[in-house]
């Protein structure tokens, strides 16, 4: 990725094609659900991995991300930064079972036609010398002062390589039209 | 798990003069997200860019910000409004990143997450709606404020990335 934009935006550096790829996708199609999306069998061809979503759910909640079916109690970290509109915010999540996602404000909408937009990085994801790191930016926007965006980082606290993630939504499920894809990001 | 490479430039232009309105028009619905990356700043001052889509020029927009000035954080936000400004690019040189989430499906309004990086002023990250009733995006604008300009040598490249 940051070789396609180097190359585009500055002189004497090749435009790569091929340093970011599609591994896979899952659609809720209309006036479906889904209460988990499952990613496994992640290929461990890549350096870094990208989550990036167009997520609706059935009742408003946060978004949970999990590593390789890893749901211990104290098993990850995560800072937020967040805004509504009016006021900031900002907290932390210390030895939680799960990643959250659009946890300070309203959640992943329920809200006709409106879904979140949410990018995640899982840096390193085959590393086994370290815990594994994510950054979030995600947002939803209702046209109300539910609104919010919010910075997340977060720590999946082994040192297995990644080779699955679950999303779920707290107490909910994804509605239709959620659509979430998985890209892997290549090194040299 | 199918694999394919994406993250596929679109289209680019850098400005050889100052210009208030930067477009991408004709926009294939082949992929599934659109991502804008804008290098540059304002001719003069603070100004703030704003963003439309096919054209629409009415209050579809909404968007909710947050941001940081140096000495302190705040967020802001508003409704209904045709000019969904994103935060300046600073006098210096800032950048911005767009992401447009699932712009070409006719099911949904549109949702994007917009990071700005200008060193000398501020940082921002914002999430805007579109709420026209759904249709693919085929085209976007980036304008500038009134008053403002985006300066000569301003890069914006538009990518898109397609999901397997």
């Known amino acids: 990725m940051l070789n396609i934009i180097a190359g585009t935006l500055s002189v004497g550096v090749t435009p790569s094609t091929n340093s970011y790829e599609s591994i896979a996708t899952v659609s809720v199609g209309a006036s479906s659900t889904s209460a988990t999306v499952t990613f496994s069998s992640i290929s461990s061809a890549y350096t870094h991995l990208q989550l990036r979503v167009f997520a609706r759910a059935t009742v408003s909640d946060s978004m949970w991300v999990r590593f390789n079916n890893d749901s211990g109690a104290s098993q990850y970290d995560n800072h937020r930064l967040n805004g509504n509109g009016s006021t900031v915010g900002a907290d932390a999540r210390i030895n939680y079972s799960a990643l959250w996602v659009s946890s300070r404000g309203y959640g992943i909408p329920s809200t006709a036609n409106i879904g979140s937009g949410i990018v995640m990085d899982v840096l390193d994801y085959q590393n086994t010398n370290k815990y594994k790191v994510t950054r979030t930016l995600s947002g939803q926007e209702l046209n109300t002062s539910n609104s919010d965006i919010e910075f997340t980082s977060g720590s999946w606290k082994s040192t297995s390589a990644v080779n699955r993630i679950d999303l779920t939504i707290n107490g909910s499920t994804f509605a239709e039209y959620t659509h979430i894809a998985l890209y892997g990001i290549k090194g040299v | ?164």
Not at chain 2, 2 to 19: F, K
Not at chain 2, 23 to 47: H, M, R
């Open chain 2, 1 to 164: 798990m199918a694999a394919g490479s994406t993250y596929t430039p679109i289209a680019t232009t850098t400005l050889g003069s100052s210009s208030t309105d930067v477009e991408f028009n004709t926009i294939s619905s082949a992929y599934t997200d659109l991502v804008l990356v804008i290098d540059g700043k304002d001719t003069t001052s603070t100004y703030s860019p704003y963003i439309q889509f096919n054209g629409d020029t009415t209050t579809n927009y909404s968007i909710t910000n947050l941001y940081g000035t140096g000495s302190a954080a705040a967020s802001s936000r508003s409704s209904s409004t045709s000019t969904p400004y994103l935060g300046s690019l600073g006098t210096s040189r800032g950048n911005m990143i767009i992401q447009i989430q699932n712009y070409a499906n006719t099911t949904t309004y549109k949702t994007a997450l917009v990071r700005i990086n200008a060193a000398d002023f501020r940082t921002y990250a914002s999430v805007v709606l579109w709420r026209k009733s759904p249709e693919a995006i085929n085209r976007v604008n980036i304008k500038m404020e009134a008053s403002g300009n985006f300066a000569t040598g301003s890069t914006f490249t538009l990518y898109g990335i397609a999901a397997a």
